[in-house]
């Protein structure tokens, strides 16, 4: 018995997405395969050194790190989007996106900013001794380059994480359950815990997991700062100690960290799932702040806005005025070219990647679908450097094989179709960075109700169709949100760029690490500057696209969360 047509199309849709979401799974678990390998074949001599001398200062510093930037930026992030989304305030329209600015800067920039701003020679302490009179044993400041200090930077840099999943989730909300609250007697503080709060957890504990994913994977910041963490452990035990077996062995233990904070967070999220509450979708109306309550909004949203963005630019432009560095050239303009071009590549690429293994996963649940998840998320707890050589390794040696194959049957040289590419540069970056990715769409999927879906399939809507005229429209602000991070991430990415670019393909980040390398700090100051003022501008946009509500729906209101 032959299908029909129609049948056999959607049959073949289907497979296209399963198998799509395979494959990118497939591919950003290839390199971590490939470290795997690597650590399991390798002596474990370095490894059991270090276990005598440092590996247990690596694990507590790492720790420490990893609490310090959780609780700092989920209280950040998500007050911050509580306070611009909720209430309204003289300034609450430039704060909704002026918050999520620090998100351009890469810690270690921030790090070169207010090292040279308040290390001993910088403006702050020669400002103090000139008013009192001090010497530079007569008092006390508190020390940037430490365990605290590299904290702060990542939580300027990574509360944005948080605000903008966290925000995106409370415009998502109805007004219902709030009121229903209020009604009942809780006042405003008492249904914003036990109501708002628990609808946004998903969103704010994948923001918190992006950041402590990021945290444990910095090198940047705290080798700047001297701060042994795991990620240094990793690139001494590779560049100083030249054993990329025990690199890779180190590489293995953050994995199974990430891992475990990814089950963690699961377990405690339990079975708890937010839907629509009803048929009535109605955004709560902005509450009005006066008196100190206005006051306190505006200082409380201005403090990471001025120590994450607007202190630091002025900080780097003035280190950059004091260069020999000139924006007005070609090579800046080859630089800021071949760096939009890879993080827009890697942006469009690991959005589309990460769509399709949710979507994946709602629409035919499986072990095999949580499994694609699952592992496609690993790299993001991972150094790029790291990813960097998990690609190399297969990669040369399929570029090496089908060399000798070319020239032994045919007497033509291939060279090096893959390693040394662009794409397998952006393979890295969907690697490193899928997560972000999955961690910002799966926040805006929870709240499409199940029963969503079913009435499309009944009214013989098929996947394709499905995830482009129902899913999509209703997530937009989650994909713009996807979007961004990753574009973001992919510009401040150094170690596999380093590692992987092409010859003669140097990026902004690449430019402002040989200046600062070469302890040319000023003139790092000027690409820096360059990476803010490229990634402002989809910063704005995917704010204003969060805020901004569809104009039309498919199967009626957005679907509202709900306990």
Same mark, same amino acid.
């Given at each position: +018995?032959?299908?029909?047509p129609?049948?056999?199309?959607?049959?073949?849709?289907?497979?296209?997405?399963?198998?799509?979401?395979?494959?990118?799974?497939a591919?950003?678990?290839?390199? +971590?395969?490939?470290?795997?390998?690597?650590?399991?074949?390798g002596?474990?001599?370095?490894?059991?050194?270090?276990?005598?001398?440092v590996?247990?200062t690596?694990?507590?510093?790492?720790?420490?790190?990893v609490? =310090?930037?959780a609780?700092?930026?989920?209280?950040i @992030?998500?007050?911050?989007?509580?306070?611009v989304?909720?209430?309204?305030f003289? @300034?609450a329209r430039?704060?909704?996106?002026?918050?999520?600015l620090?998100?351009a800067?890469p810690?270690?920039v921030?790090?070169?900013?207010y090292? $040279?701003?308040?290390?001993?020679?910088?403006?702050?302490q !020669?400002?103090l001794?000139?008013?009192?009179?001090? /010497?530079p044993?007569d008092?006390w400041?508190?020390?940037?380059?430490?365990?605290?200090?590299?904290?702060l930077? =990542?939580?300027?840099?990574?509360?944005?994480y948080?605000?903008?999943l966290?925000?995106?989730?409370?415009?998502?909300?109805?007004a219902?359950?709030?009121?229903?609250?209020?009604?009942l007697?809780?006042?405003?503080?008492?249904?914003?815990?036990?109501?708002?709060?628990? +609808?946004a957890?998903?969103?704010?504990?994948?923001?918190?997991?992006?950041?402590?994913?990021?945290?444990?994977? $910095?090198?940047g910041?705290?080798?700047?700062?001297?701060?042994q963490?795991? *990620?240094?452990?990793?690139?001494?035990?590779?560049?100083t100690?030249?054993d990329? *077996?025990?690199?890779?062995?180190?590489?293995?233990?953050l994995? /199974?960290?990430a891992?475990m904070?990814?089950?963690?967070?699961?377990?405690?999220?339990g079975?708890?799932?937010?839907?629509?509450? /009803?048929?009535?979708?109605?955004?709560?109306?902005p509450?009005?702040?006066?008196?100190?309550?206005?006051?306190?909004?505006? !200082?409380?949203?201005?403090?990471?806005?001025?120590f994450?963005?607007?202190?630091p630019?002025?900080?780097?432009?003035?280190m950059g005025?004091?260069?020999?560095?000139?924006l007005?050239?070609?090579?800046?303009?080859?630089?800021?070219?071949?760096?939009?071009l890879?993080?827009?590549?890697?942006?469009l690429?690991?959005t589309?990647?990460?769509?399709?293994?949710?979507?994946?996963?709602?629409?035919?649940?499986?072990?095999?679908?949580?499994?694609?998840?699952h592992?496609?998320?690993?790299?993001?707890?991972?150094p790029?450097?790291?990813?960097a050589?998990g690609?190399?390794?297969?990669?040369?040696?399929i570029?090496?094989g089908? $060399?000798?194959? +070319?020239?032994a049957?045919?007497g033509?040289?291939?060279?090096?179709?893959?390693? /040394?590419?662009i794409?397998?540069?952006?393979?890295?970056?969907?690697?490193?960075?899928m997560?972000?990715?999955?961690n910002?769409?799966?926040?805006g999927?929870?709240?499409?109700h199940?029963n969503t879906?079913?009435?499309s399939?009944t009214?013989?809507?098929q996947?394709?169709e499905?995830?482009?005229?129902?899913?999509?429209?209703?997530l937009?602000?989650s994909?713009?949100?996807?979007?961004?991070i990753?574009?973001?991430?992919?510009?401040?990415?150094l170690p596999?760029?380093?590692?992987?670019?092409?010859?003669?393909f $140097?990026?902004?980040?690449?430019?402002?690490?040989r200046?600062?390398?070469?302890?040319r700090?000023?003139?790092?100051?000027?690409?820096s500057?360059?990476?803010?003022?490229?990634?402002?501008?989809?910063?704005i946009?995917?704010?204003? @696209?969060?805020?901004?509500r569809p104009?039309?729906?498919?199967?009626g209101?957005?679907?509202?969360?709900?306990?």
């Amino acid at each position: +018995m032959s299908l029909r047509p129609s049948v056999l199309a959607e049959r073949s849709a289907s497979g296209l997405l399963r198998g799509g979401a395979l494959f990118v799974a497939a591919i950003c678990f290839l390199p +971590m395969v490939a470290v795997a390998v690597a650590a399991a074949l390798g002596s474990t001599e370095t490894l059991r050194h270090l276990a005598e001398t440092v590996l247990w200062t690596y694990t507590a510093t790492t720790l420490k790190l990893v609490l =310090l930037v959780a609780l700092g930026t989920a209280a950040i @992030g998500t007050g911050a989007a509580w306070l611009v989304t909720m209430t309204r305030f003289p @300034g609450a329209r430039f704060f909704e996106i002026g918050l999520a600015l620090p998100m351009a800067f890469p810690a270690y920039v921030m790090g070169y900013a207010y090292t $040279d701003f308040l290390d001993h020679p910088g403006a702050v302490q !020669t400002a103090l001794r000139s008013l009192t009179g001090w /010497g530079p044993r007569d008092y006390w400041f508190p020390e940037i380059r430490s365990v605290e200090g590299a904290a702060l930077m =990542l939580i300027l840099v990574l509360y944005p994480y948080v605000y903008l999943l966290a925000r995106a989730a409370f415009l998502q909300q109805s007004a219902t359950a709030f009121l229903a609250a209020r009604a009942l007697g809780r006042g405003p503080w008492a249904a914003f815990l036990r109501v708002s709060l628990p +609808m946004a957890r998903p969103a704010i504990a994948g923001g918190v997991l992006l950041a402590v994913m990021e945290t444990i994977a $910095d090198y940047g910041t705290v080798s700047y700062f001297s701060v042994q963490t795991f *990620a240094t452990g990793i690139y001494t035990s590779w560049f100083t100690m030249a054993d990329r *077996a025990a690199a890779a062995q180190l590489a293995l233990c953050l994995l /199974g960290f990430a891992l475990m904070l990814a089950i963690l967070e699961r377990i405690q999220r339990g079975d708890a799932r937010h839907h629509a509450a /009803g048929k009535r979708f109605e955004r709560l109306p902005p509450s009005l702040l006066t008196g100190l309550h206005k006051w306190g909004a505006m !200082t409380l949203c201005a403090i990471p806005v001025f120590f994450g963005f607007a202190l630091p630019v002025v900080l780097l432009v003035t280190m950059g005025l004091e260069s020999e560095q000139s924006l007005f050239t070609s090579r800046y303009a080859h630089f800021t070219r071949n760096t939009i071009l890879l993080a827009g590549t890697a942006a469009l690429l690991t959005t589309l990647g990460a769509v399709l293994i949710a979507f994946r996963q709602r629409l035919w649940p499986s072990r095999t679908s949580r499994m694609a998840n699952h592992v496609a998320r690993l790299g993001y707890a991972v150094p790029g450097g790291v990813i960097a050589v998990g690609l190399l390794v297969p990669f040369a040696a399929i570029d090496n094989g089908l $060399d000798a194959w +070319m020239r032994a049957s045919f007497g033509i040289s291939t060279g090096l179709l893959f390693t /040394g590419s662009i794409w397998l540069l952006v393979v890295a970056y969907m690697a490193r960075f899928m997560a972000a990715a999955l961690n910002a769409y799966d926040s805006g999927l929870g709240t499409i109700h199940p029963n969503t879906d079913a009435v499309s399939r009944t009214l013989g809507t098929q996947p394709l169709e499905m995830l482009r005229r129902v899913h999509l429209p209703i997530l937009r602000p989650s994909v713009l949100t996807a979007l961004l991070i990753v574009f973001v991430d992919t510009m401040k990415e150094l170690p596999a760029t380093l590692i992987m670019r092409p010859f003669n393909f $140097d990026t902004l980040a690449v430019q402002a690490h040989r200046l600062a390398a070469d302890e040319r700090l000023d003139g790092a100051a000027v690409p820096s500057l360059v990476l803010v003022a490229v990634g402002l501008l989809p910063v704005i946009l995917v704010c204003r @696209g969060i805020g901004a509500r569809p104009k039309s729906r498919v199967f009626g209101p957005a679907p509202t969360p709900a306990e």
